[in-house]
């Protein structure tokens, strides 16, 4: 009986191997030859803007910057950086991180530019302190772009600048490597790609987890047939913070003189606020700036998850809900005392459709740090991630057709890692894994989840036309500056 087993299994296999090695094939004649980058596989192609494409989605972006090709670089060629926004992020993990493996990755630190002098000042010190030269200062990113020897832009500003400085970058011959989320709003990823794609720019989005080779190795599986298809997936970020989430400390330092307040606010935003320290330290609060959980920490979840499907898509249908019952800011005291109510919520739950069949679950909370179990569920089998490893099970009914297995442990996931991956894809020696295409589709799960969970609506997308609706077929505009009160 054993035998016979196993020879069951080997021929039930054999079959599952050849079904899906045709199935890939079939889907490489029509999926085209665009990549999510590192090992994710091939996505769907890039959808051109159609003359049904909405209205509020075509808007092409526009640009004061001079375009510029920028230098093509050998593998053996030096990187030069520049930074734009060195905050808590920005300095911490781009300017520290690429500072303590700048000989490995064989790059230069140019410029530092922020709309705070203090941090400019603070910025160039480190660099100093790191053995790595003097960079120039700016208050400007644009004059930043105006260098021709700089090949890389790290943009690290509050949300609603991340598509102006990225698409100007490009636009200026600089590879973007870009804080999550990549855009504050949904036609804003539009413009990004479409810079991307026809200036050839590598644009990396922060979002490290996809250097984390476990959901490669999950993509890989699910890629070979080894889960059947997927039905469903599911995963959550989770925080308890009982002052209030992102109630940074207020420093002294920060005061009209020290900011442009003016350049910092930018043009897009509809409802200028007179200069703000709260505001400034504390951004993700508040709707103009940031979508709160939706574009802090889903971000964390969402790249991977749509990475270790093996194929990335556009979601079909998006929905979330949340709210802001537990009332953290009431209770902020100390260096982390606020005066104001946040506007984003303190828990969120989102579910999404795609065209493949896959439903996937992701929530976040910054008032429970009580996590779900990271989990990629097939007909046939489920994968868990814990661990650092993906353990494949089998379902019940495949028992004699799909063996258990375990990988290889592997490295947890680092922002140097994602930052060396980063520069591999700009010397052409691999692919950006968080790159443009994933990244697209990541946002547009975003973009709709907030409009979902303000608006009170299930919203539909079609990637072919970038409409969104209702579920009557209505065309509803996405959330966008100056849509809503708070924004």
């Given at each position: 009986?054993?035998?016979?087993?196993?020879?069951?299994?080997?021929?039930?296999?054999?079959?599952?191997?050849?079904?899906?090695?045709?199935?890939?094939?079939?889907?490489?004649?029509?999926?085209?030859?665009?990549?999510?980058?590192?090992?994710?596989?091939?996505?769907?192609?890039?959808?051109?803007?159609?003359?049904?494409?909405?209205?509020?989605?075509?808007?092409?972006?526009?640009?004061?910057?001079?375009?510029?090709?920028?230098?093509?670089?050998?593998?053996?060629?030096?990187?030069?950086?520049?930074?734009?926004?060195?905050?808590?992020?920005?300095?911490?993990?781009?300017?520290?991180?690429?500072?303590?493996?700048?000989?490995?990755?064989?790059?230069?630190?140019?410029?530092?530019?922020?709309?705070?002098?203090?941090?400019?000042?603070?910025?160039?010190?480190?660099?100093?302190d790191g053995k790595a030269g003097t960079p120039q200062g700016y208050g400007d990113y644009r004059q930043l772009l105006e260098r021709k020897d700089i090949d890389v832009i790290f943009c690290a500003t509050v949300d609603h600048w991340h598509t102006k400085v990225s698409c100007d970058a490009m636009t200026a011959g600089k590879h973007v490597y870009v804080e999550k989320p990549m855009t504050r709003h949904l036609h804003e990823a539009f413009q990004i790609h479409d810079i991307a794609k026809s200036t050839g720019k590598v644009l990396q989005v922060g979002s490290q987890g996809c250097s984390d080779m476990k959901w490669h190795k999950a993509a890989e599986w699910i890629r070979a047939g080894k889960i059947g298809p997927v039905v469903m997936s599911q995963g959550s970020y989770m925080r308890n913070n009982p002052k209030g989430e992102w109630n940074y400390d207020v420093?002294?330092?920060?005061?009209?003189?020290?900011?442009?307040?003016?350049?910092?606010?930018?043009?897009?935003?509809?409802?200028?606020?007179?200069?703000?320290?709260?505001?400034?330290?504390?951004?993700?609060?508040?709707?103009?700036?940031?979508?709160?959980?939706?574009?802090?920490?889903?971000?964390?979840?969402?790249?991977?998850?749509?990475?270790?499907?093996?194929?990335?898509?556009?979601?079909?249908?998006?929905?979330?809900?949340?709210?802001?019952?537990?009332?953290?800011?009431?209770?902020?005291?100390?260096?982390?005392?606020?005066?104001?109510?946040?506007?984003?919520?303190?828990?969120?739950?989102?579910?999404?459709?795609?065209?493949?069949?896959?439903?996937?679950?992701?929530?976040?909370?910054?008032?429970?740090?009580?996590?779900?179990?990271?989990?990629?569920?097939?007909?046939?089998?489920?994968?868990?991630?814990?661990?650092?490893?993906?353990?494949?099970?089998?379902?019940?009914?495949?028992?004699?057709?799909?063996?258990?297995?375990?990988?290889?442990?592997?490295?947890?996931?680092?922002?140097?890692?994602?930052?060396?991956?980063?520069?591999?894809?700009?010397?052409?020696?691999?692919?950006?894994?968080?790159?443009?295409?994933?990244?697209?589709?990541?946002?547009?799960?975003?973009?709709?989840?907030?409009?979902?969970?303000?608006?009170?609506?299930?919203?539909?997308?079609?990637?072919?036309?970038?409409?969104?609706?209702?579920?009557?077929?209505?065309?509803?505009?996405?959330?966008?500056?100056?849509?809503?009160?708070?924004?």
């Open positions: 009986m054993k035998r016979a087993a196993s020879s069951r299994r080997q021929f039930l296999q054999t079959a599952a191997a050849a079904a899906a090695a045709a199935s890939a094939a079939a889907g490489c004649s029509t999926a085209g030859t665009g990549s999510t980058g590192g090992s994710a596989g091939p996505s769907a192609p890039s959808t051109p803007v159609s003359a049904g494409t909405s209205g509020a989605l075509k808007k092409a972006f526009k640009t004061n910057v001079a375009p510029y090709a920028g230098k093509v670089l050998g593998a053996n060629d030096r990187i030069v950086c520049g930074f734009v926004g060195v905050g808590g992020q920005g300095s911490g993990a781009h300017v520290g991180q690429s500072l303590a493996h700048k000989d490995e990755n064989n790059i230069a630190h140019a410029a530092i530019c922020d709309v705070s002098k203090r941090r400019v000042q603070d910025n160039i010190k480190k660099v100093q420093q002294p330092w920060c005061t009209p003189d020290d900011v442009n307040w003016a350049m910092w606010m930018g043009n897009e935003i509809k409802k200028q606020v007179p200069f703000n320290a709260d505001h400034y330290f504390r951004w993700r609060k508040y709707y103009p700036y940031c979508s709160g959980l939706l574009g802090d920490l889903f971000p964390h979840k969402l790249h991977p998850y749509m990475l270790a499907t093996g194929n990335p898509e556009f979601p079909l249908r998006v929905a979330a809900v949340g709210n802001k019952k537990v009332r953290t800011d009431a209770k902020s005291e100390g260096k982390s005392k606020t005066e104001y109510e946040r506007d984003v919520c303190e828990i969120i739950q989102l579910i999404a459709e795609f065209p493949s069949g896959m439903v996937m679950h992701i929530t976040s909370s910054t008032v429970n740090e009580q996590g779900t179990q990271e989990m990629i569920r097939g007909h046939k089998a489920t994968l868990t991630m814990a661990g650092n490893k993906v353990e494949l099970k089998p379902e019940r009914p495949f028992a004699e057709e799909i063996d258990p297995q375990t990988s290889e442990p592997f490295a947890t996931e680092s922002v140097a890692a994602h930052h060396k991956n980063f520069f591999g894809a700009i010397r052409g020696t691999a692919k950006a894994n968080a790159g443009i295409d994933l990244a697209v589709k990541v946002q547009t799960v975003i973009s709709l989840a907030e409009t979902s969970e303000r608006l009170g609506m299930m919203c539909y997308f079609d990637a072919a036309t970038r409409r969104v609706t209702d579920a009557t077929g209505r065309e509803i505009a996405p959330l966008s500056y100056g849509t809503t009160e708070l924004s």
